[in-house]
Nanobody, 124 residues
């Protein structure tokens, strides 16, 4: 059983930056592809970014491409989401998720474990 804990959310002005972290425990982190998803009020949860188990492959939603970066440190069992040039439409609860043995999938059903989420609010 893998536990995921997100941190780093908060309130930021449009154009600003935040870095989210997701710390994993209870499993072999390097065997999991990792993803970030988000859910805005009144909307369905959507894919944001994913990274392969070794970090060599990444995948982004079109809405964040060029502004967000995903990375991981397998020695620290942590995945990061660097968010730059934030927009009010990026406001959402951000979740990290772990996909055992998987690749960089955008499909929620591929992910085995989920964190509780961290709130990101971007003011205009």
């Amino acid at each position: 059983q893998v536990q995921l804990v997100e941190s780093g959310g908060g309130l930021v002005q449009a154009g600003g930056s935040l870095r989210l972290s997701c710390a994993a425990s209870g499993g072999t982190f390097s065997r999991y592809a990792m993803g970030w998803f988000r859910q805005a009020p009144g909307k369905e949860r959507e894919f944001v970014a994913a990274i392969s188990w070794g970090g060599g492959s990444t995948y982004f939603a079109d809405s964040v491409k060029g502004r967000f970066t995903i990375s991981r440190d397998n020695a620290k069992n942590t995945v990061y989401l660097q968010m730059d040039s934030l927009k009010p439409e990026d406001t959402a609860v951000y979740y990290c998720a772990a996909d055992y043995g998987g690749g960089t999938s955008r499909r929620e059903s591929e992910y085995d474990y989920w964190g509780q989420g961290t709130q990101v609010t971007v003011s205009s």
